[in-house]
């Protein structure tokens, strides 16, 4: 997905669904940029493609929980599932160039957004 058409998404989502989209966010996420806060779905939103490592809160979901559904269900309901994000864009940090870095989210918000080394 390009850096337009992951901008096109996002705001076909906000149209959509504004009430999961904070106001103060949303900006963040046009731009691409993952912001301390955002949940999950967000991240998606901002940072584009991405791989992921989920740890599900035991006392919530059973064995074998597809970790998608646990990944996404943090942006309704969070619960004590950890998970990491990894991204590659240009936008992120803003210098023209493409990085790579993870997100770590702890009751369904970023809490811990850090640069990967290439």
């Known amino acids: 997905m390009t850096t337009q058409e992951r901008h096109d ?3 076909e989502m906000f149209d959509k669904h504004p009430e999961l989209f904070p106001e103060e966010r949303r ?3 046009l731009a691409g940029i ?20 989920v ?4 006392t919530v979901w059973p064995p074998h929980s597809d970790p998608l ?3 996404w269900a ?7 599932s950890e998970i990491w994000m990894s ?7 803003q210098d023209g160039q493409e990085h790579a870095f993870r997100v770590h989210f702890a009751a369904g918000r970023a809490v811990s957004i850090d640069p990967l080394d290439d």
């Open 27 to 29: 900006a963040a996420i």
């Open 69 to 71: 559904k646990v990944m």
């Open 55 to 58: 740890t599900a809160d035991a």
């Open 87 to 93: 991204f590659r864009n240009l936008t992120q940090f």
């Open 9 to 11: 998404y996002a705001q």
């Open 34 to 53: 993952v912001t301390l806060g955002m949940a999950p779905f967000e991240a998606k939103l901002a940072g584009g493609a991405f791989s992921y490592k």
């Open 74 to 80: 943090q942006s309704q309901k969070a619960d004590a």
